[in-house]
């Protein structure tokens, strides 16, 4: 087995370097230095040769340029064994560098200061550590390379056992620092772009998009997402929590305290709903805890207020607000006589911005692109893994659907099952809603089987004094017995929509027609979890 027998320590973070250099000289390895690093290992009784006379060049422009040099990367990348190479590295008087240690300059905590140019940001982009790290990794059948002071014990250990590391050691350690190397680039890529103001740019190439049908899912799945800002605590106060990304893109606030985990949460699901009703007249949608508790649609927003309140008085308190047009001054008045915790809006008038910013705690976000954005859907897991998926964007037009039951529905009816069928995608699955043409009546979230579901949103229609005579009863999922439609059929509803495609499907349609019922199947299912 090789020894190492020469390493280039060059180090920002200086945990632990000591011992791990005294380990390196105790096991004979030949240590190269620079700068700090030196003086440091000096200090402490470390012998080190300096890298400029290892080179015979001198640093320059500000240490700029000192480690970017053909003995050093031709030490590092030449094959050890490989004839071709041997000789050009004796031509050339190049040595072997068996061990790299190198930490990069902190970027990140560099930008993250408030105060801090664009001058400091940029003399804290490392070029010559992460050229160093990926010329070793490149040549990790040789060369050993560290970048993370928690892997001093392992590699001091196996040098001091055997004079070299393992191949599988090598392996690892090359493969984080190229997963590394890239986490620090997608950092300087995410501060330059939104110094340079194209935070569009950003907005569409953080996130990977997903494969074309048929194509297959990328076999390593990359996010470069900046930190945009750490937050006061998580969903509870005992959890630490931070925001990453690109959401100043989407949302800009334009008043009130700084924005929690849970409010990021409900605002993000409350501007979803609202973007599905973008080309429809004025919408309101009343959301706690990421499910509509209320959604009206009227001449007016004032009018859209009064019907999404209708469906659940209680609820709103310290809920979330979201729209679809410019936010007015008749609709403010109204919206301001209940506690709110955030307000969603394409824009606010001057009049209704000024009445509500008498609020202190009312968070007023500017929804800054409606619609649906692109790129996956991730969430984690747990056990370091994530789920992805498309965004859940498609919507069927009643031209597409299939008429399940006898009867047809009126136009009334199909104009409630539409309304609908576009809420009851953004409701928690098992998800039942009641709904008119233009109103939520009764709206049943979360729920373990579809029939509690159905009784729930029976229970709050009553609850809010609201009839579901002539109702529409909309389904995120397939009803998997008739139980939960002969609920809703009860309770008033006369027509139904859901996606069909139950083994059961045919003692549903009958369940429908013998309570005269219209009933359609989109074909398409929506469940949110």
């Known amino acids: 087995m090789a020894k190492i ?13 000591i011992p791990f250099a005294q380990a390196l000289a105790a096991s004979g390895v030949e240590i190269l230095s620079t700068g700090g690093t030196a003086k440091v290992l000096r200090e402490h009784g470390v012998m080190v040769s300096d890298l400029s006379a290892f080179t015979e060049f001198p640093e320059m422009l500000d240490g700029r ?21 041997e000789a050009a590295a004796r031509k050339h008087h190049i040595k072997p560098i068996d061990l790299v240690v190198v930490n990069l300059y902190p970027f990140a905590q560099t930008v993250a200061r408030p105060e801090v140019t664009l ?41 001091l056992a055997t004079g070299d590391t393992t191949p599988e050691l090598r392996c690892r350690l090359a493969a ?72 100043d893109a989407f949302f800009q606030q334009l008043h009130g305290k700084e924005l929690s985990y849970n409010n990021i949460l409900d605002l993000t699901a409350a501007a979803a709903l609202a973007a599905e009703f973008a080309e429809f007249p004025p919408t309101l949608a009343i959301f706690k805890h990421t499910n509509p508790c209320g959604v009206g649609q009227g001449a007016t927003l004032r ?21 679809n047009r410019t936010l007015d001054l008749p609709c403010a008045e109204a919206v301001a006589d209940i506690f709110s915790e ?26 800054l692109r409606p619609g649906s954005e692109p790129g996956m ?10 789920l992805a998926q498309e965004p859940d964007v498609k ?5 597409v659907w299939r008429l399940a039951a006898k009867r047809p529905p009126t136009e009334a009816e199909r104009q409630a099952m539409m309304f609908g069928w576009l809420i009851a995608k953004h409701v928690k699955s098992n998800a039942i809603v009641f709904t008119a043409a233009d109103r939520t009546l009764g709206i049943g979230a979360g729920q373990m089987s579809r029939m509690d579901a159905a009784r729930l949103a029976v229970e709050k229609a009553r609850q809010a004094g609201l009839s579901l005579e002539g109702s529409a009863v909309c389904s995120d999922a397939f009803f998997p017995f008739a139980d939960g439609l002969v609920v809703a059929a009860k309770a008033g509803s006369t027509a139904a929509i859901q996606p069909g495609g139950s083994v059961r499907d045919e003692e549903v349609i009958a369940a429908a027609d013998e309570h005269g019922m219209a009933m359609a199947f989109t074909g398409a299912r929506h469940f949110r979890h």
């Open 5 to 17: 027998q020469r390493a280039l320590l060059s180090v920002f973070d200086k945990t632990g370097l």
């Open 65 to 85: 340029v000192k480690t970017l040099h053909p003995k050093i990367h031709g030490g590092l990348l030449y094959l050890r064994g490989n004839a071709t190479h």
């Open 119 to 159: 001058a400091e940001a940029i003399e804290n982009i490392d070029i010559g550590g992460p050229s160093m790290l990926r010329s070793g990794a490149k040549n990790h059948q040789s060369v050993t390379v560290v970048m993370d002071p928690m892997d001093y014990p392992e590699v001091a250990g196996q040098i």
């Open 176 to 247: 984080k620092v190229f997963t590394e190397t890239a986490a620090y680039d997608g950092q300087i890529a995410a501060y330059l772009t939104k110094t340079f103001g194209l935070e569009q740019m950003l907005a569409e190439s953080s996130l990977p998009t997903p494969p074309a049908a048929g194509d297959p899912w990328p076999a390593i799945l990359r996010a470069n997402l900046p930190l945009a800002k750490e937050l006061r605590y998580g969903e509870n106060p005992h959890q630490r929590a931070a925001l990453y990304g690109n959401f």
């Open 303 to 323: 009018e859209a207020w009064e019907k999404a309140l209708a469906t659940d008085r209680q609820a709103p308190f310290g809920g979330i607000i979201a729209v």
């Open 342 to 367: 955030v307000i969603v809006a394409p824009d606010f008038t001057k009049e209704a911005l000024a009445l509500l910013q008498k609020k202190k705690n009312l968070r007023l976000i500017k929804s």
């Open 377 to 386: 859907e991730l969430r984690s897991v747990g056990a370091a893994s994530w």
């Open 395 to 399: 919507n069927m037009e009643s031209a």
